[in-house]
């Protein structure tokens, strides 16, 4: 498959679901009167896809993985985040599970993106291919 927009990578694909699943759970819980942990939440999620889009015009695949890194990193904090919301009970152990598994396969399919773009540090594919 042949990758001409930031849309078309599964990574930020599955990002921008993990995005919508954090917003979901700020409308369903209590979360919503925790402003900091929310927006904290908010915000990691959002920089993962958000990263993957701004490396995507970067210009060569070095500086396309840095941005990958950035968003690698948004989902570890991610996940520190969801033990607090969960620590705080403003989420179930299923909700829990759900959005850490959920960050765990971006954050997984991001590293196997960096993987790939490693390889070829020397050309940069236009469009991308993968």
Same mark, same amino acid.
């Given at each position: 498959?042949? !990758?001409? =927009?930031?849309e078309d990578i599964e990574?930020?694909?599955l990002a921008r679901e993990l +995005?919508?699943?954090? %917003?979901?759970?700020?409308? $369903?819980s209590a979360l919503a009167k925790d402003f900091s942990l929310k /927006?904290?939440? !908010?915000? &990691? &999620?959002g920089s993962i896809m958000d990263n993957i889009a701004e490396g995507f015009d970067g210009g060569t695949n070095r500086e396309f993985i840095r941005f990958l890194q950035y968003s690698k =990193? $948004? +989902?570890t904090e991610l996940h520190s985040q969801c033990y607090? +919301?969960? /620590?705080q009970s403003y989420c179930t152990i299923e909700q829990f599970d759900a959005l850490y598994a959920q960050t765990?396969?971006?954050r997984n399919k991001i590293g196997a993106f960096i993987n790939y773009l490693s390889k070829h540090l020397? =050309? =940069?594919? &236009?469009? %991308?291919? &993968?």
């Open positions: 498959m042949k !990758i001409e =927009r930031f990574a930020w694909q +995005c919508k699943a954090v %917003y979901m759970l700020v409308a $369903s /927006d904290q939440m !908010i915000r &990691s &999620s =990193r $948004s +989902c607090r +919301c969960l /620590d765990n396969l971006a020397d =050309r =940069r594919p &236009s469009p %991308y291919e &993968s």
